[in-house]
RNA sequence: GGAGCCAUCGCCAAGUGGUAAGGCAGUGGUCUGCAAAACCACCAUCCCCGGUUCAAAUCCGGGUGGCUCCUCCA
């Protein structure tokens, strides 16, 4: 097993990671609050933490990884409310929308899937013990935390408990009943039209923040190795969710390290909604296909924040019609480099064997040491991209040219690097297709995207074809310089003519 | 107002003390009837100023520019 070091967001540093157990660890990320489609922010975040716990297992770890879904919190009861629906019931109808999109950027599913409906009793019981304990007090039906009997509180984000008493203040935003602004919810007494369930304080449902110190402790323990989530839950969630376990069961407990993913930019900005740029993830799909948003994302560092590049594409009038996802489409560039790759070495192996056991040229035991090395240097996975260009590089070097190497370590080597890649790309998440499928796909999707007329392709090729049999380059040539003017492109191959749509870049 | 982050080639993006990964685009070449794909070669001294050090993109101080959090937000 590697040895690995991770960056620690408590302790603001790349430390060495060393599970509770040896080789085993415990993992913690908050999903959704499933209360509308899924949009590329949601996705990245799934992504980003999918990717560690595919490169734990790479490097050797059998990994816990529990991810809950809060289904029962103010936005959903809102929106239940407008559609007429019951919360329960849109939360599980988007969660289940959540779980295919995420599918289609290669997330598997957690191995617990943890809801706060089904964990009241154990959220009920954890705020019991915080209110006997003095950590938190009820007032007409409401519990809050009380945030100065807990004096860590603020470490994780670098917040004053002072500062933020006094920001508090300022918004006015103060409920009376509770002894100080910064004190936090953990139970909140039911009102008319909202789902509730019985409780010591009397019926009411869970705050916000408290269903993960409960779900946490339910599936991985007081305490566990690893709790990640987007950089925006560090405060106040995470803060509160180590206010409110440490409060119960001791200082030593809960997440021993904390791991937080960047944000996505557009244009510099972040994502919102009153700019705009919120993108769905069945737009994504459909625009890209789901592997280069994963592409994409894994080309990235997942703490530092992501430019990504959308067009807006406008009619000659200057009415916008639509939008290009410029750097996704670079992705899937990339992609397809890689499959055109595989794709070739597969058809060399096919033919002539893999060339069995034995050496194989030095370069090509590369590749798998330098994934090592790099996702155990805190998930590097855009060293990991550097490390599979090589990879491929060489395997088209050898399907180019053979010469002066023996024709078995040829074929081994061939095998080996087609072999390696893929086993990489399953640590990130990538290249799990076949690869004609994956090219099948993209032609398609960039034949409906540019309207192209796939027959008259076909009636051209076969024309060129005859054309060539002749002799007649010049009619040959013509019907190639009439092809690129519609954005196709030919490729001549001793199997015959193949076509791939030019995809300008940019 | 308080807290924090970032600034690396035309674009994207690694690198956190030892002399700038990788990709896209570009240029030249190989291959090709011509092309495309593929391969080969070329292509940056790291926002500015000062300091520490034998040595800094990397550390410290000061600027400038950008972003985030403190309120729902992946």
Known sequence: MTPLRLHDSLRRQKVPFEPLEPGKVGMYVCGPTPYAPAHIGHAYSAISFDTIRRSLRFLGYVVRYVRNITDVEDKIIRRANELGEDPMALAARFADAYNSDMAQFGVMPPDVEPKVSTHIAEIIDLTAKLVANGSAYAVDGDVYFQVDTFPPYGKLSGMSVDDLRAGASERELVEKA??????????????????????????????????????????????????????????????????????????????????????????????????????????IADAVGGEALRFFCVKHHYRSPIEFEVDEIRALDGTPTGVRFRSLEAADRDLEY?????????AFTAQGGDGGDGAVLPEAEKLVRATHEALADDFNSPKVMAAMHEAAQLGNKLIAEGKGIDKAVRRRTLARVARDLRAVGEALGVLANAPATYLRDRRDRLVRRKAIDVTKIDRLIADRAAARAAKDFTRGDEIRNELAAIGIELLDTPQGTDWRVHDDAS
């Open 338 to 346: 890689f499959y055109v790759t595989l794709s070739k070495i597969d």
């Open 178 to 283: 509770k002894k100080s602004p910064v004190d936090f919810a953990l139970w909140k007494a039911a009102k008319p039209g909202e789902p509730a369930w019985d409780s010591p304080w009397g019926k009411g449902r869970p705050g916000w923040h408290i269903e993960c110190s409960a779900m946490t402790v339910a599936h991985l323990g007081q305490s566990f190795d690893i709790h990640g989530g987007g950089k925006d839950l560090i405060f106040p969630h995470h803060e509160n969710e180590i206010a409110q376990s440490q409060g119960a069961y001791g200082t030593e407990t809960f997440a021993r390290y904390w791991m937080h993913n960047g944000f996505l930019n557009f244009d510099g900005e972040k994502m919102s909604k009153s700019l705009g740029n919120v993108f769905g993830c069945d737009q």
